[in-house]
């Protein structure tokens, strides 16, 4: 007979794919009892972007503090856990290593398993945190730097991914086409921002569709549109709007991502949107999708700021249903830079 | 008193168990770097070996740098996961002395030298006095002609051992107006069990550290600061000119 008292799993994560040193002790997947993150960005900023040298660095610089953080918040000794998890990938390598490397220590100084966790199935997993009814399957539109995805969470762990960017990920044109407009980086929030004081109508930035790959996406055209605009206006020595501008892009990209998402719901009878990524939380974005949504008698979720950017709460959440699958992962588990989501090097 | 000993500073990657005077297990690789899958299951087989379980460790000694950054930084978070988990202090042994620890005993000048690029080495000038090998000066990052000269004037029979041999050893034989050796292939790189001899010298001194405040010593700020440094440094220059 099956037991009905389930014990309570317990795990620490770890998170150092990019710029943010992060620790989380989650349970169960989905009960948060700390969540610690260390932003670099100030760091990163007068250079324009992550510099992965010095973002390793910090990382190795910061780990132990922001675990031992994380524990402590979360009135945690390392003897209640169940397991670890990292991230092992996707992300950059020198970065991801430090956290892979600390995690395994841990888990086999501590006798704990470790799960290795994928970073995009981790913001994807974000949403479970504050969403407790929520159950695969559901339709997942995973947007961020390194990311455009459209994705079917068949069930817990299980991925298909229906569609994807054919070139730019959406995040990556908003850093692009922020860096053009001087406004610097990161480029996503303060596009966001200034959207809100612009005319979206201004310039009419294409949406771009691709032939017989109806889920799938293209910023460079959108991005390269913009830049002509502002070359153009350079050389007849005109004043441009970057507010409008600004806009004018963030209405393009939204309108396709969310176009493709309903389409994508509609063709697949799926019943639950879900967003993941930091570009999830672009305010734009989000307003645009909850009306289509409702529109559609579709349920929408998506994580909150803080869950939306890299953390480690969600790669918790990601590990838990790896865990109660059983997939965990050896001491030898290395870092995977271009991981790829579904796939498991464990 | 149990020292846990990694390295991953180079394409070595070498870990020991130093019981007292015993050293109860060595383990070194020189194949291809690979630290990052090889290190912990290293650790986890000398371990096993000798019957020992992680708790039963006083200390985790780990070389602190120069060297690969990224090899650097696999041993050192290594080392912490390790330290921070079993709650035991951090032996940060410079990887200069860790290698002229190879050549305990000699009463020749041992000079340790890593390829650090660009014509440059990781380097330090060390002798040995009584059962310790003391740096005669700080480690440091050179040009080869800088650690050439400094050596011709020291006017003393000299040891070289280090991966800078390899790409140097030709014009150091040019070069070199003293007498000199080169360390065979056993004493020639990184030894997790010099590093641990190293390491209880500086434990019984006091040198140790928590988890939380070991950092390594990279002797060289990342390209991107270097880049920008020198595009401050002219553009100083630019203003002032």
Redesign the interface.
Known sequence: MESKIKKDITILAIETSCDETAAAVVRNGRTVLSNVISSQIDLHT??GGV?P??A??K???N???V??EALNEAGIT?SELDAIGVTYGPGL??AL??????????A????LPLVGVHHIEGHVSANYIEHPDLEPPFLCLIVSGGHTHLVVVKEYGVYEIIGKTHDDAAGEAFDKVARSIGFGYPGGPKIDKASKAGNPQAMAFPRAHIDGHPNDFSFSGIKSAVLNYLNQAAMKGEEVNANDIAASFQAAVVDVLVEKTMNAARDLHMTTVAMAGGVASNSGLRTAMEEACKRENLTLVYPSLIYCTDNAAMIGAAAYYEYIKGNFS??????VPGLKIGERKI | MRILAIDASGQVASVALLTDETLAAEYTIDYKK?H??????M??EIMRMIEME??ELDAIAVSAGPGS??GL??G???????A???NKKIIAVPTLDMLAYNYMGTEHLICPMMDARRNQVYTGLYECKQDKVLPLSRQTACSIDELIDNVNSMCRTTIFLGDGITVFRELLKERLTIPYLFAPPHLVKQRAGSLAVAALHYYIEGKYLS??EF??E?LRL????RE?KEKQNADQTNEQG
Do not use: C, W
Not at chain 1, 108 to 111: D, G, I, K, S
Not at chain 2, 222 to 225: F, L, V
């Open positions: 007068m250079y510099v040298e010095i390793s660095r990382h190795i610089e780990i132990d503090v675990i031992q390392l390598v020198g290593l430090v956290g892979v490397a600390e995690a395994k220590a841990i086999y100084a501590a006798h050896g001491l030898d588990l290395n870092a | 690979t990052s899958q090889t290190l912990l299951p650790i986890d992680p708790d950054f990224t930084r696999i050192a978070a290594t080392a912490k996961g390790l921070m988990s079993l988890s939380a950092v390594p990279y990342s390209q991107a600061e920008l």
